[in-house]
């Protein structure tokens, strides 16, 4: 059973920064790639930033600069350290994990995912 919480969620004025946490169990962590995704209202879920078992990256351009995904191996918690927020990186916040994704960036290759964190950016 694959068990994902996240945390550190909340409000902030445009150009602040806010770090999300998601624990992660240890088999998923260890062997499992990761990854950010996001949705606001009406809006389709969209990946943020991926981190595969090796520890190799990949982030949409929209945060491209702005985001970084990080592991914490002894605390088996992904990271993602959001800086230069804007109004439109308001969003639930989600938490995956898969084996292997075909596209690290595509929620449909995800099987597992956590229950969301909000994140709300206002100008």
């Known amino acids: 059973q694959v068990q994902l919480v996240e945390s550190g969620g909340g409000s902030v004025q445009a150009g602040g920064s806010l770090r999300l946490s998601c624990v992660a169990s240890?088999?998923?962590?260890?062997?499992?790639?990761m990854a950010w995704f996001r949705q606001s209202l009406g809006q389709e879920r969209e990946g943020v930033a991926a981190?595969?078992?090796?520890?190799?990256?990949s982030y949409a351009d929209s945060v491209k600069g702005r985001f970084t995904i990080s592991k914490d191996n002894a605390k088996n918690t992904l990271y993602l350290q959001m800086d230069s927020l804007k109004p439109e990186d308001t969003a639930m916040y989600f938490c995956?994990?898969?084996?292997?994704?075909?596209?690290?960036?595509?929620?449909?290759?995800?099987?597992?995912w956590g229950q969301g964190t909000q994140v709300t950016v206002s100008s």
């Open positions: 981190i595969d078992s090796d520890g190799v990256t």
């Open positions: 995956a994990a898969d084996p292997q994704p075909y596209d690290p960036l595509t929620s449909r290759h995800y099987g597992y």
């Open positions: 240890a088999h998923a962590y260890i062997n499992y790639h």
